[in-house]
């Protein structure tokens, strides 16, 4: 479903005469940006390489970022440490921590000339703008995209339906997170990970 049926399908579900273009945008941006925080799903999920050239002790967040999966460099997985703890960390061997400090991922041991570092992450869904545009979410779940919205234009108009809409919201939101966390463990064994690691 693009931005333009969004639109119109909110409207015809809200029925009020009083729902300006206006206000049926600020509604869906506001549902957007609740999915964003509340939703972490495959058609979420985002790959940026990084080369390094020259010794760096730190990379970009990507402009899209919500949360991180992982950090790889080739086949092993960089544990993440708080900021107060990776500063503590030698500078020099092979890369082992990450940590967030603002826009930037900071890296202990720093990165060497050369080196790729894959940051896998959960990143913003595209933008609507213009009524023809679609996104990850508008495709796979325009449901959850109109009760998003819909629970916020209930609170503002208080409409008798406000809890009906939220609670079909919850809903879909749950299926939706709940396929996402069975498809990450189907056809995987499950076992505890160690509290700390062991190096060879």
């Known amino acids: 479903m693009n931005y333009g049926e969004l639109k119109s399908q909110f409207m015809e579900l809200l029925n009020r005469s009083d729902c300006s273009e206006e206000l049926t945008v600020t509604f869906l941006r506001q ?7 509340e939703l972490r799903i495959p058609s979420m999920e985002r790959e940026v390489i ?46 082992r921590y990450y940590a967030r400090r603002g ?9 060497c000339e050369g080196v790729e570092v894959n940051l896998l992450f959960y990143g913003e869904f595209g933008p609507l703008v213009n ?7 508008s495709l796979i779940a325009p449901d959850l995209c109109l009760y998003s919205a819909l629970s916020y234009a209930g609170d503002y108009f208080a409409q008798d339906k406000t809890a009906e809409w939220e609670g079909r919201y ?11 966390r069975d498809e990450e463990f189907t056809g995987g064994s499950l076992c505890i990970q160690p509290a700390y690691q062991i190096d060879d």
Not at 131 to 137: G, I
Not at 171 to 180: F, G, P, V, W, Y
């Open 31 to 37: 549902g957007f940006s609740r999915l964003q925080r």
């Open 103 to 111: 826009d930037l991922f900071v890296f202990r041991p720093h990165l």
């Open 131 to 137: 009524d023809e545009d679609e996104n990850e979410l």
């Open 170 to 180: 919850q809903q879909i939101r749950d299926e939706l997170n709940a396929q996402a």
């Open 50 to 95: 990084v080369r390094a050239l020259g010794s760096i002790d730190c990379v970009q967040v990507p402009d899209d970022f919500l949360e991180m999966k992982d950090v790889l460099i080739g086949d092993r997985a960089l544990e993440k440490l708080p900021v107060r703890q990776i500063i503590t960390k030698p500078t020099h061997g092979n890369p």
